[in-house]
């Protein structure tokens, strides 16, 4: 292959040309997704489902440990159901996607393709829910929505996407808030220790909350661009959703009362979060816990010992796989080493092994984290059993790396002029605001940023503080700072 070609085939834009080219590069070449000829939606392609399904194997084990039962709605609502809950319509109406004829007959009513499902679930629960007794429902599922979008990108924002919803409902409502609090705090724990990417937990102001619910949390992220990304949410739904789908309950005192609801959700777009946070101008940089092959074995090998040099490196595999390693060999042939090499780091696997017939004569392998560029050749045995701690290694130090680029990059301001100014840097900035939803709106028309989250005691950029706004110089409304940063 000519350098050319080559460079064709695995170069990327660099992220400090147009971050924006370097991330649609990354999902085509490393076989993430594609577009598909429904406007606005993609096909995930086996790598990107393979990192998909880890996704939703971790997540299903915890709520399955938490008590959660799955279930499984139609993807077509009522478009009356849409309409009960006032703030609910309001806040879906420009991205709903109508069925209005099946076959050739014209419904009465149109269905909606689900932008979500908390209407659906609360007629189901008005017909499942008498007593106390029994509560809570703790209820998820697995599934796409629908959601029209104007300017699509590849996981980030599609018409149709991939996630988890949970739906819970509970006799107080101190009972869910603490689920909202739990299922923040879980997904803060996926973040951190399996994806390694820092987030601020907060409460979203009241002009950025989802439409119905009494109170919004999220997990925010920052971008290598300095963007933020909102990774998940948690909502406190109050008695809305109860009230306009008549999900009630008798109490132990025998009286009739609302139950209070929650939702919460992680979606596909926190696989373009892991592209963003990790990834470096060679392509994806996944950590350990999430990737689909931890390691990639290459033979290298001639016309006369390809049967061998595979089977040698089948062998070493499998001493990997008894330690609970997730191993590829790369058999490939027709392509160069240096061509397997490329891929696999556009790729993002954590460690490449190269094993030669040198190597097996001199009890040997070469080993490369796709952390460094540095090459280590190592007895095989040392590298068989320091496995564990490297990959720990390499998932402590994309995690570090990131949280640093985030501390870096969030500034402190209290004049509108340095907002502007650190906005217009690509950077978060902390400060005092006065909670006006005609100050919020101002400031996004001025520098397209938005309050991310109001950050919680204790967490990263949480602390304690009294000041003014600011925009308006009025006392803050939250008695701290909050995060303020475009957004995906």
Request: one cysteine or more.
């Amino acid at each position: 292959m000519t350098q050319d070609k080559k460079a064709q085939q695995f170069g990327v834009t660099p992220q400090s040309v147009d971050f924006n080219e370097w991330y649609n590069e990354v999902v085509r070449k490393a076989d993430l997704a594609d577009h598909s000829p429904v406007a606005g939606a993609m096909v995930m392609k086996p790598y990107g489902s393979a990192i998909w399904e880890r996704i939703q194997r971790w997540l299903d084990d915890e709520f399955k440990a938490t008590g959660h039962e799955s279930l499984v709605f139609p993807t077509l609502i009522p478009m009356s159901f849409i309409t009960k809950e006032a703030d609910h319509v309001e806040g879906f109406a420009p991205e709903l996607f109508t069925v209005n004829k099946i076959g050739t007959e014209v419904l009465a009513e149109p269905y909606v393709m689900r932008p979500t499902s908390e209407t659906i679930i609360g007629h189901m629960w008005s017909q499942w829910l008498n007593s106390y007794r029994d509560l809570p429902f703790l209820h998820y599922q697995w599934g796409s929505v629908f959601r029209a979008e104007l300017r699509t990108k590849p996981f980030l924002r599609t018409s149709e996407f991939y996630w988890h919803e949970g739906h819970t409902a509970h006799a107080d409502e101190a009972e869910a808030r603490a689920e909202v609090m739990a299922m923040l705090n879980l997904y803060h724990r996926f973040c951190r220790d399996v994806l390694a990417l820092p987030v601020v937990r907060g409460e979203k102001s009241a002009s950025e909350r989802f439409a119905g619910a009494v109170a919004t949390y999220s997990i925010e992220g920052m971008m290598r661009d300095g963007k933020a990304l909102q990774s998940g949410t948690s909502h406190y739904l109050g008695q809305n959703f109860s009230r306009a789908f008549d999900v009630k309950f008798q109490t132990r005192e025998q009286r009739e009362e609302y139950a209070h609801t929650t939702s919460w959700a992680i979606s596909s777009r926190i696989i373009g979060a892991l592209i963003m946070t990790h990834g470096d101008d060679k392509g994806l940089m996944l950590p350990p816990e999430i990737a689909p092959h931890q390691v990639v074995i290459i033979p290298v090998f001639r016309k006369d010992n390809v049967d061998q040099m595979i089977a040698e490196a089948e062998a070493l595999a499998g001493e990997l796989r008894a330690q609970g390693v997730r191993v590829k060999v790369d058999k490939r042939d027709g392509v160069t080493n240096g061509f397997k090499y490329n891929d696999w780091e556009l790729k993002g696997v954590p460690v490449r092994m190269e094993l030669g017939p040198r190597d097996l004569e001199s009890g040997v392998v070469v080993v490369k984290n796709r952390t460094g560029d540095e090459k280590e050749t190592l007895p095989r045995h040392e590298a068989i059993s320091g496995m564990a701690a490297r990959l720990s290694g390499i998932q402590q130090f994309l995690y570090d790396r990131a949280r640093a680029f985030m501390q870096e990059h969030t500034v402190t301001v209290d004049t509108y002029e340095d907002f502007k100014a650190a906005i217009d840097a690509g950077k978060w900035v902390r400060a005092f605001h006065c909670g006006d939803a005609d100050s919020e709106r101002q400031i996004k028309e001025d520098t397209k940023a938005t309050i991310r989250n109001v950050p919680m005691d204790g967490d990263l950029f949480g602390e304690a503080e009294e000041g003014v706004c600011v925009h308006t110089g009025k006392p803050s409304a939250y008695g701290k700072r909050v995060i303020f940063g475009r957004q995906y």
